[in-house]
């Protein structure tokens, strides 16, 4: 079983970074310095000779836009592992943590199906 990034970015592997705006790059902070894709900076992380990555992150996006965009551009790109980070704009959109779950859930299961590695990201507190 992978444990760590090494384990699993190999030269071949085709990564997609599916999400919201945490994935797209929503502005903040890194290292104390202004930003306006704070994402980036960790998308460079996955970077490694022969590793291919492609970022799906949509700012405002639900677990169920996150589900079209897989089937619409995440599979056209076929990647081997599919980084998945959503949710918490259901959260805020009263979706009941269940079925964002749930909505996840499917969301890895759809990714095994089609041949990729799902990476869980855990979501986002939120107040």
């Not at 960790?42 to 079209?68: A, C």
């Not at 790109?77 to 959260?91: H, K, R």
Request: one cysteine or more; aromatic letters at 8%; hydrophobic letters at 35%.
């Amino acid at each position: 079983m992978a444990t760590s990034l090494s384990d699993i970015l190999k030269p071949g592997a085709k990564v997609a970074c599916l999400g919201d705006s945490i994935t797209e790059g929503y502005p903040g902070h890194f290292n104390g310095q202004e930003e306006t894709r704070q994402w980036e900076p960790y998308t460079h992380y996955l970077k490694r000779p022969g590793v291919k990555v492609t970022n799906f992150g949509l700012s405002g996006d639900t677990t169920e836009g996150m589900t079209r965009r897989f089937y619409r551009d995440v599979l056209r790109a076929g990647p081997t592992i599919c980084i998945i980070m959503g949710g918490v704009n259901d959260l805020f959109g009263g979706i009941p943590p269940k079925e964002v779950l749930e909505a996840l859930s499917a969301l890895y299961a759809d990714s095994e199906r089609h041949q990729m590695l799902p990476v869980a990201v855990t979501v986002l507190p939120i107040d």
